[in-house]
């Protein structure tokens, strides 16, 4: 099957009063509730989940057609802002980490049957959601989280990652002057130029969904709300918390791979020697932290020849 085949649907919920953005593989909105088996992707930051849209089409073939859901993060997505449920959201009026965190516990528990077999998919600091979410449902008994597949995972020291180093003057202190710059290279440089650039090395295809994503980046408050998370997660992302990690272990999966700025391989070797017992994985495929560029088919198979194996998906 072609991937220009497979329909990726976008909608806009509400959660807890939240306008949210979604895509879908294989399933509609009114299937949600009903759905025994799913994939949720939870992405990294920027949370817009158009990005993923590829990711999630090669999920749903690799996985043997199982329904794919990929969950935007709080005002990452431009579409919600236009809503009326955000008509009087202000510049300041910006989404922490852990607001972003109970924003998914919310989604779960609002939209998924209570009995559906859930396989976690988490990039980056979409990891450290997954944990909190698989934290929370095996306390509360309220979905049956089989797996989840912590790929590039941010959850420990992030302010001390290599990637932090080189960032951390931006996102904890230029912030404001960064959207200020970023209001007029927006408006000296439209969106249709930029998308222009984009399509020399980009399918067509690929083109549809890149756009949707650049949009919500370039949306001044969609950046703020990135620019803070990212501020946000530099100060609540520090110590290991051995407690979450350690809770639902043995169903976890940690992809690291080397050479990344924000989830180093030598904190897989400590996390390895201090959890004993977790299932970390250092890939030698040659994966970037922002694999979906050029690997998300790649990451997809890989992801879901673990679930095979698990027998939590058919074999490839």
């Known amino acids: 099957m072609h991937l220009m085949d497979i329909a990726v649907k976008s909608c806009v919920v509400d959660v807890s009063g939240t306008p949210s953005h979604m895509l879908m593989v294989g ?10 088996k799913l994939v949720l992707v939870i992405p990294g930051n920027p949370g817009c989940a158009d990005f993923y849209a590829h990711f999630a089409q090669h999920l749903f073939v690799q996985s043997g057609h199982t329904p794919i859901v ?41 939209f998924l049957h209570r009995k559906a077999k859930l396989i976690l998919v988490g990039h980056s600091i979409g990891a450290y959601m997954c944990l909190k979410l698989m934290q929370h449902c095996d306390h509360s008994g309220s979905l049956d989280v089989q797996h989840g597949f912590l790929m590039m995972p941010v959850f420990e ?6 990637e ?14 960064v ?28 083109m549809k969904f890149v756009k949707l994503g650049l949009q919500s980046v370039v949306h001044t408050r969609c ?24 809770q639902s272990l043995a169903k976890t999966t940690f992809y690291y791979t080397p050479g990344d700025g924000w989830a180093p391989q030598h904190y ?9 017992g977790a299932n ?18 790649q990451v997809a198979q890989l992801i879901c020849k673990w679930a095979s194996k698990l027998k939590l998906l058919p074999p490839l």
Request: proline share 3%.
């Open 27 to 36: 399933c509609e909105l009114s299937d949600l509730s009903s759905l025994p």
């Open 70 to 110: 990929v969950i935007s993060h709080a005002f990452h997505q431009h579409s919600t802002l236009r809503n009326t449920w955000s008509s009087r959201l202000m510049l300041s009026d910006v989404f922490s980490l852990e607001q972003q965190v109970q924003h998914k516990l919310d989604f779960v528990e609002q």
């Open 157 to 162: 020291r992030m302010r001390e990652s290599p």
């Open 164 to 177: 932090a180093h080189r960032m951390i003057c931006i996102i904890k202190y230029l912030r404001y002057l």
């Open 179 to 206: 959207l200020f710059l970023h209001a007029i290279l927006t408006t000296v440089i439209p969106l249709s130029v930029l998308s222009l650039i984009l399509s020399l090395f980009k399918s067509p295809s690929e």
């Open 223 to 246: 950046l703020c709300n990135v620019l803070f998370m990212a501020s946000d997660e530099l100060d609540t992302v520090n110590s290991l918390d051995v407690r979450m990690v350690t």
């Open 268 to 276: 897989a070797e400590q996390f390895s020697d201090r959890v004993p």
């Open 280 to 297: 970390v994985v250092i890939g030698q495929e040659g994966f970037k932290h922002q694999f979906l560029d050029r690997n998300s088919a």
